[in-house]
């Protein structure tokens, strides 16, 4: 079978779906195409959605509320802030961003060690705001 965000939360094989719906769940990156996506499939199955972004001001952001989403600031960088917007989640899509580490001046070397450091920030986070379900999304190799 083919994962994908549409199949990821239906019933499958007369296997009941791993989290149950109105459960709500965190998507980073939610302004954006990848996240945006999740968070559209996530409200379309009946999940509550906690749309995490660094610039709640924004335009995309504002549409993520009119379609239903709570939307809040964090940074993959600040622990604390991602602490606040996991509490209470059984769920999170998270997303880290090697090409705009790259494109904001990093090298390859110190962008891979920046996305690595992010990646244990969340999961940090993701820990000590008990998530229980957890998807990372990052290039096949960020070592």
């Not at 709500?24 to 939610?30: R, T």
């Not at 962008?111 to 940090?124: G, I, N, P, S």
Request: hydrophobic share 40%.
């Amino acid at each position: 079978m083919t994962w994908t965000p549409a199949n990821l939360f239906r019933r499958r094989r007369g296997v009941e779906r791993a989290v149950p719906r109105g459960e709500l769940i965190a998507v980073m990156g939610a302004t954006g195409t990848q996240g945006g996506s999740v968070a559209l499939e996530c409200l379309n199955a009946g999940f509550k959605v906690r749309a995490i972004t660094r610039n709640p001001e924004s335009e995309k952001a504002k549409e993520l509320v009119k379609k239903g989403c709570e939307v809040v600031r964090a940074d993959a960088n600040d622990l604390e802030s991602m602490k606040a917007a996991f509490n209470g989640c059984h769920g999170a899509f998270l997303v880290t961003n090697y090409w705009e580490l790259l494109g904001g001046g990093m090298n390859h070397v110190d962008a891979c060690k920046k996305e690595v450091e992010q990646a244990m920030t969340l999961a940090d986070a993701c820990e000590a705001a008990d998530v229980k379900h957890v998807v990372w999304s990052t290039l096949e190799d960020s070592r």
